[in-house]
T-cell receptor
Framework: NAGVTQTPKFQVLKTGQSMTLQCAQD?????MSWYRQDPGMGLRLIHY???????DQGEVPNGYNVSRSTTEDFPLRLLSAAPSQTSVYFC???????????????FGPGTRLLVL | KQEVTQIPAALSVPEGENLVLNCSFT??????LQWFRQDPGKGLTSLLL?????REQTSGRLNASLDKSSGRSTLYIAASQPGDSATYLC??????????FGRGTSLIVHP
């Protein structure tokens, strides 16, 4: 199993540009989520999905869109990039939402995004 | 709103020392607490998960304890090695099923 994969690894954008961060998992996990990690702060949840066709907002959803058309893929779209979106983005997956039973999340390697 | 604090923010020790990393949280109504390891430029790897009904979990040289009533968890690393150098993150999950992460403890173990 490849686990959770993310592309690209690095990206530089100009303010106002749009792009899609890709995330895929091959563990047949129903729950997938996107986090951002900023210096001096803990990871913060952007959006999550409990299954194909179902998504919801996390703590910091503004400026981001998601969709979940298949179990495997959960792309994150930046509609109009802003310097405040400069961050490291992590995708994670698990069989069930965090907090249920002995559920643990598996994280991808991250995408480093710089918005100029 | 849940807040998670990790102390110390950074730690540098010689190889072989036993270490204690601390995590505190403000809302004791949690389902579980999880410790992660993050290597530079990499994603997070789960180390230990403690359910709210449990007091501790062990994996090899790692032992994590949970005192839900006082809002505290500790991660004990026995006989530290240079390969343990990484950032250790604590995350608690409550009724919203949204984990709240601490800022992490950056650990360096010198040979």
């Amino acid at each position: 199993n490849a686990g959770v994969t993310q592309t690209p690894k690095f990206q530089v954008l100009k303010t106002g540009q749009s792009m899609t961060l890709q995330c895929a998992q091959d563990m047949n996990h129903e729950y997938m989520s996107w986090y951002r990690q900023d210096p001096g702060m803990g990871l913060r949840l952007i959006h999550y999905s409990v299954g194909a066709g179902i998504t919801d907002q996390g703590e910091v959803p503004n400026g981001y869109n998601v969709s979940r058309s298949t179990t495997e893929d959960f792309p994150l779209r930046l509609l109009s990039a802003a310097p405040s979106q400069t961050s490291v983005y992590f995708c994670a997956s698990s069989r069930q939402p965090p907090g249920l039973e002995q559920e643990t999340q598996y994280f991808g390697p991250g995408t480093r995004l710089l918005v100029l | 709103k849940q807040e998670v604090t990790q102390i110390p923010a950074a730690l540098s020790v010689p190889e072989g020392e036993n270490l204690v990393l601390n995590c505190s949280f403000t809302d004791s109504a949690i389902y579980n607490l999880q410790w992660f390891r993050q290597d530079p430029g990499k994603g997070l790897t789960s180390l230990l998960l403690i359910q709210s009904s449990q007091r501790e979990q062990t994996s090899g040289r790692l032992n994590a304890s949970l005192d839900k009533s006082s809002g505290r968890s500790t991660l004990y690393i026995a006989a530290s090695q240079p390969g343990d150098s990484a950032t250790y993150l604590c995350a608690v999950t409550g009724g919203s099923y949204i984990p709240t992460f601490g800022r992490g403890t950056s650990l360096i173990v010198h040979p």
